[in-house]
């Protein structure tokens, strides 16, 4: 039986590797031209369409400016709109254009193929071990106040 340390210890070593894998295959895969927090605000905004800024820079790990500068490129390139919220003018809703609907889509379609490929290695019962463990560890990394994206 692991302990808590032990299973801590095992999250904090396999999700850096996890990440600089789908990091190293997105630069790969030109084709979108996404950077991983620009797939990760469009994945964000897919599932919580109208999300503020502030509720998406906290989401992505970005300073406020960091993020803005993002939001920024992302406009620019005609993949989410920026509204300005008609209850406070100082609240900025963001959401996806079709074109960011398209490229999120393509870029969650090309990752989740690409980790398919890297999970087939697996034994069918070891797929079903990590699978079981992400729906373990699910809700206690989804902050309370956002909803579960529908799958």
Known sequence: MASV????????EVTPLLMRAIRAEMRRQRAWDLSVPQFRTLA??????????????????LTLPSM?????????RQLITR??????????RLALTPAGQACFQS????SQAYL???????PAEKRTIVT??????????????EIEPLR
């Open 132 to 145: 079981q463990a992400m729906q373990i560890l699910r809700p206690f990394f989804t902050p309370s106040h």
């Open 5 to 12: 340390e032990e299973c801590a210890q095992e999250v904090l």
């Open 83 to 92: 509204e300005f919220s008609t209850d406070d003018r100082r609240r900025v």
């Open 68 to 76: 803005s500068k993002l939001v920024d490129g992302l406009v620019a």
């Open 107 to 110: 870029a969650h379609e090309a």
């Open 116 to 122: 398919a490929r890297r999970l087939a290695q697996l």
């Open 44 to 61: 964000y905004l897919n599932y919580y369409a109208g999300a503020s800024l502030s509720d998406a820079a906290e989401f992505i790990g």
